[in-house]
């Protein structure tokens, strides 16, 4: 760990100011950030401490949807009623995700910015070549360890994959990120790798996420977040589905689907194909199957992960039927 | 819930109906100090002057270090002294556990030569750890490197080293193989698991003088004192070692390692009090945790179940540096009874750090291997898993051709099956499902051998009617304080909260690893005799003294109870402060060995606690002595993630007496737990190209959480075992986990039709 400055900006006006200074890191609940300064991922020359800003860890409810500041802890989110009436699967996602400690610190702008498991990433020191960490050095999990890698989103430079349960929940309800007066839908905020993996979003130097909103509506209401993991709690998602519904009134016919996976992909991956495929169909185990497997379009596996190419549509698939009240 | 067979108030007339405290359900004594933080752990000690010293690991597999530039280091704020391998002070070669000289030439807790990636190559020392840790990434080491051999899967590793002395044989194992009308034949393997313990190694290390101090975790002082004294060349009464509370060690703080070595050089080049803690990270290449193996099991049998031959091979692997035999036959050559049996085993080394003892080792993966293959045999005649077990009950050590001192287990499979409810299983694989979800009803045995060492404790008699238990054996958490001052409260005839118990310093009286599950054993026994012998030269007193009330009585004996001293003729009675006040006297000390008559010079009492030499095997003597146990394990296996989960464990075990029960099943669940963890879970992911384990931290290292772990039913149907120890009692501590993950592994079988023979049974390798 190297030395830093630490700044306890009096504004967000000051924070963005720091912010815009060449190696500044914002700190929220430290919790990605600590851990990877340790492991000598992140060395900022300067922590702004961002925690004491008032009125950023509001959630706010209105006939459009919900307001959250990037303040708000994973914690209080997951455990807000009104979030759990009517973005169930958003409070599912955050109570999966993590240990309590860490939900109890962690904050929603951090969330969205935790970065990849790659175990290569991670240890700079025995592995050199990441090109996420160093563009152009190479990429070490290639040939390596690739059990949890991504097999969606993939690049020649970089596989690793978005290991966040929160985001996956809100690109399936097209939340957006508030950076102050710019705002961007949520599956824009997140960028594939292709050639520049060091770049994971759209936050310009400079910038800070300042509120989360989602839209209300009806699938947004009837979801649900299935995580799939060999441990049953404190693990990255092998794989996992975001998933609401509308049923058309006749009970049987879907009218809506929002589906989007994680653990799977190299960003949270909103899966349209399987929305289109359904959309309008009769709900029934069967077609659910079968368009799941659609999640998987152009799916590539890298040696250890081939697994969850199989994985992935079934977590779809229960997902979708349980919304639907079939499983 | 928790049954037990044999009702706590049962007396049976034996010394194993105890006093008033031995038996009972006694909470730990220490308890209430680590929940208030009071207890000190070795880490907290923070003496005048204090320094911090970081280490500095090979980024390599293999090679050697061309150049380590530390101008940058060496001039960082705060840095006292950077250390390298041509920089620390030579070591001398301290004598091995086994009591052998160790290797040629000095010790080099730091070296040019890598075998490892994770290997200590260079160390900072700084006013504070953030300098040390900030001046230790300044380093930079330039390195010759070489192609390394990750794991025994590289072909280039080769067939490895027979250990002559872990095979074993009877009778013709491969001709009656290969006439047996019924064989089987499956490679079993288990991964690299890590002791992770939740208080990771480190160490404050201080000299004054030619005397050091060292504050460290620690399951054998005086192992590790003698180790730190032959390195320095100092006498070991110079060495203390303190290490009064140790936050989990599971075999890994049995031994002074490279890291101990280094903090005490930087502590004596610089005269100053040096604290070194490992990272997380460090942890798992700064000593070794259980090695990766493999075996091949045949066997053969009748059509009816009935075992004729085993044979066995096996492999684990071991560092290019050291040889760590992981005893693969350790159970299929006790197990059962059969006729002919085959059993060898190879080492094969590989770039990795030497692996060393977890929890059971060789009982651990011995069970997983023969457990899940009597299991495939009983699909393979169709007979019940437990029915077969039965028909091939060894009803005397196969391999000794001993009788068993005790052996409860046929009590442990009719405890554990009712409990469980196993005559409702259907026999069919896949035949029971609840939605989603296959359910697996599997079952595995386990065994572990009594170990027998010498030890040594200290017991005094105070004038304010207390008395204290003195040993430098130690408590990681079994409960040796509790059950120490519950021996010593019996034997004296005192409540026990009149006992203290010290532990844990070399200053204190000897004793040997509290490792191979013995040491409540021996502790047990020599604490007993000591407070026996505290309690006759108190009635001595009382009887002869002049000044004794007693003396009027003119009676050849007295009792005790309950701290107060009675006459069975009547008369007055007097408690022990009061008696000592009478006598004048400020204490009564008294020291006791279970040393054995003869043969227990100061050299051999040395040699007792420093080396596992006197450490008698579990078939020396007229009987073989083991503690067994049966797990009883449901799992629900979702058909679609292949995610398993245990939703029912039932298991019955025969430890003998129990000195306390509440702590022995602790110990029994911990086990049962962290054997759930090993089944599902623990694997150490070796990157294929340079040997490195990524997943070095806990977040990425699974070990079981609560939600993992359901509710653990545990049965004692032991009885006591007065061949096996003083006070009956017989291994507990790492019985537990043997036999749990063949019982999963059974039970997966049992719910999906897959057999799952590599450790863990993560999900892709049910649905791929
Ligand atoms: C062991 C472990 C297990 C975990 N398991 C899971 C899991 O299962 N699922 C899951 O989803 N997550 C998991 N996490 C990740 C965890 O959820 C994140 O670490 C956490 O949400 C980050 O939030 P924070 O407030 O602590 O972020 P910080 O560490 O404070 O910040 C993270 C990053 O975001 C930047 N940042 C913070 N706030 C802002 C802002 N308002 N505007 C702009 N930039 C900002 C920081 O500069 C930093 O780069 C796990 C983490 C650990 C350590
Ligand atoms: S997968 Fe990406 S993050 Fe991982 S080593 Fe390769 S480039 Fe780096």
């Known amino acids: 760990m190297r030395d830093f400055d630490y700044a306890r900006p009096a504004s967000l006006a000051e924070a963005r100011r720091f912010a815009a200074e060449p190696d500044a890191m914002l700190l929220a609940g430290g919790t990605t950030l600590l851990d990877l300064a340790k492991c000598g991922v992140a060395a900022p020359a300067k922590v702004i401490d961002i925690t004491h800003l008032e009125g950023l860890d509001m959630i706010t409810f209105g006939a459009a949807g919900v307001h959250i500041g990037a303040l708000a802890k994973m914690s209080h989110v997951a455990a807000d009623a009104v979030i759990r009436e009517n973005f169930p699967a958003v409070s599912e996602a955050l109570w999966q995700a993590a240990s309590a400690q860490l939900r109890n610190m962690a904050t929603i702008g951090g969330n969205l910015l935790q970065r990849t498991r790659c175990a290569y990433f991670r240890d700079p020191l025995a592995f050199p070549a990441c090109n996420k960490r160093d563009p152009g050095s190479g990429c070490a999990a290639l040939g390596g360890v690739t059990r949890n890698h991504a097999v969606l989103g993939t690049s020649k430079v970089c596989i690793a994959a978005n290991p966040g349960d929160l985001a996956v929940a809100l690109t399936a309800f097209d939340a957006v990120v508030h950076l102050g007066e710019r705002r961007i839908a949520v599956d824009d905020f997140f960028l594939l790798p292709g050639m520049t993996p060091e770049r994971e979003h759209a936050l310009e130097p400079g910038e800070v996420i300042t509120a989360v909103t989602i839209p209300a509506s009806v699938p947004a209401r009837r979801s649900t977040y299935l995580k799939v993991r060999d441990r049953q709690s404190y693990e990255f998602a092998a794989a996992s589905a975001a998933v609401g519904i509308e049923l058309e009134p006749d009970g049987k016919t879907i009218r809506d689907l929002r589906v989007a996976l994680g653990g799977v992909a190299t960003k949270p991956w909103r899966a349209r194909d399987v929305e289109k495929a359904l959309i309008g169909k009769l709900l029934e185990p069967k077609a659910v199957r079968e368009a799941s497997l659609l999640a998987m379009t152009g799916a590539l596996a890298q040696g250890d992960n081939h697994y969850k190419i199989d994985l992935a549509p079934r977590v779809v698939t229960r997902a979708i039927l349980k919304v639907g009240g079939l499983a | 819930m928790t049954t037990d067979i044999l009702p706590a108030k049962v007396k049976r007339g034996d010394a194993s109906d105890g006093g008033a405290s031995l038996g009972s359900r006694l909470s730990r004594i220490d308890g209430p100090a680590k929940i208030t933080g009071a207890a000190r752990y070795a880490l907290e000690h923070h003496p005048e002057g204090l320094c911090h010293a970081v280490i500095v ?85 330039y390195y010759e490197e070489t192609d390394a051999i990750a794991t025994y899967d590289d072909p280039r590793s080769g067939e490895g080293m027979a250990l002559d002395h872990l095979a074993v044989s009877w009778g013709e194992a491969e001709e009656a193989l290969a006439e047996a009308p019924v064989r089987i034949e499956a490679t079993y393997r288990t991964p690299r698991e890590y002791n992770v313990p939740i208080e990771p190694h480190g160490l404050v290390a201080q000299w004054n003088g030619d005397k050091l101090t060292v504050w460290e975790p620690s399951q054998w002082i005086n192992g590790m004192s003698r180790t730190y004294a032959e390195w320095f060349g100092v006498p070991y009464e110079n060495v203390r070692l303190v290490s009064p509370f140790i936050g989990g060690g599971f075999g890994s703080k049995a031994f002074a390692l490279a890291h101990g070595a280094i903090a005490a050089c930087a502590a004596k080049m610089l005269d100053r009090p040096v604290k070194l803690a490992l990272t997380r990270p460090q942890t798992f290449t700064a000593f070794g945790g259980r090695p990766a193996t493999r075996q091949t099991l045949r066997l053969g049998a009748t059509e009816e179940g009935r075992l004729v031959s085993i044979v066995q091979t096996g492999a684990n692997e071991t560092s290019r540096d050291g040889v760590w035999g992981e005893p693969l036959a350790s159970v299929t050559a006790l197990m ?71 052996r409860q287990l046929r009590e442990a499979y009719e405890a554990g099956a009712k409990a469980f409810g196993w005559e409702k299983r259907t026999s069919e694989p896949r035949s029971m499902r609840d939605g989603h979800h296959l359910i697996g009803w599997g079952v595995a045995a386990g065994t572990y051998p009594v170990r027998r060492t010498a030890g040594e404790a200290m017991v005094r008699l105070f004038a304010d009617g ?107 009675e007097v408690s022990i402060a009061e008696l000592m006040h009478r006598l004048g006297r400020d204490k009564i000390e008294v020291l006791r060995d279970t040393l054995p008559e003869t043969n227990n010079s100061a050299a051999e009492k040395h040699r007792t606690y420093t080396t596992i030499t006197r450490m008698r095997s579990p078939t020396e003597g007229d009987y073989s002595l083991h503690a067994w146990c049966v797990h009883f394990i449901e799992v629900r296996v979702d058909e679609d993630f292949g995610t398993v989960r245990v939703s029912r464990v039932v298991s019955a075990l025969d430890s003998g007496r129990l000195y306390n029960p509440k702590l022995a099943e602790s110990q029994w669940k911990g086990g049962i737990i962290m054997g759930i963890g090993q089944a599902l879970l623990e694997e150490g992911l070796v990157d294929r190209r340079k040997g490195r384990v990524i997943n070095n931290n806990l977040g ?69």
């Open chain 2, 466 to 572: 207390r008395a204290e238990v003195a040993s430098s054996g130690i408590d990681m958490g079994q409960g040796t304080y509790t059950i120490l001052a519950q021996t010593a409260a019996d034997a004296i005839g005192l409540p026990v909260d009149q006992v203290e118990v010290k532990l844990g310093d070399s200053a204190l009286p000897g004793a040997p690893v509290a490792g191979g599950s013995q040491l409540a054993n021996l502790m047990t026994g020599a604490v007993h005799k000591a407070a026996l012998a505290a309690r006759d030269e108190l009635i001595g007193l009382a009887i002869g003294d002049p000044n004794s009330p007693f003396r009027a009585l003119q009676a050849n004996t007295l009792s005790v109870a309950d701290g107060v001293i009675s006459s069975p003729r009547g008369g007055e």
């Open chain 2, 336 to 406: 059962y009874a059969t006729p002919h049996l085959a059993a060898r085993q190879t080492v094969v080394p590989v770039n990795t750090v030497l692996p060393s003892a977890l929890r059971a080792p060789g009982e651990n993966p011995s069970a997983f291997g023969i457990e899940c293959a009597i299991d495939e045999l009983s699909y393979e005649v169709g007979i019940d898993p437990v029915a077969i077990r039965l028909l091939n009950y060894a009803e005397e050590d196969p391999h000794a051709k001993k009788p068993w001192s005790t």
């Open chain 2, 700 to 768: 990425d290292y699974l070990i079981a959480t609560n939600a993992d772990i359901p509710d653990i039913e545990v049965i004692s149907v032991g009885v006591p075992d007065f061949h096996a120890s003083v006070l009956g009692g017989k291994a507990v501590g790492e019985l537990g986990i043997v036999g749990v993950a063949p019982a999963i592994a059974n039970a997966v079988y049992h719910a999906t039709g897959k057999r799952i023979r590599d450790l863990p049974i993560t999900l892709e390798k049910l649905i791929e």
């Open chain 2, 57 to 141: 690991q090979s980024t390599i597999g293999a090679g050697r270090i061309g150049v380590i530039d530390t101008a940058a280091a060496d001039a960082a704020p705060g840095v006292l002294m950077v250390l390298t391998p041509d920089r620390i002070m030579p070591l001398k070669s301290a004598t091995t556990w086994l009591d052998t000289p160790g290797p040629d030439g000095p010790y080099l807790p730091l070296t040019n030569m890598i075998n490892f990636v994770g290997q200590h190559v260079a160390a900072v020392v700084a006013e504070t750890f953030e300098q040390a840790t900030a001046a230790a990434a300044l380093i930079k080491i």
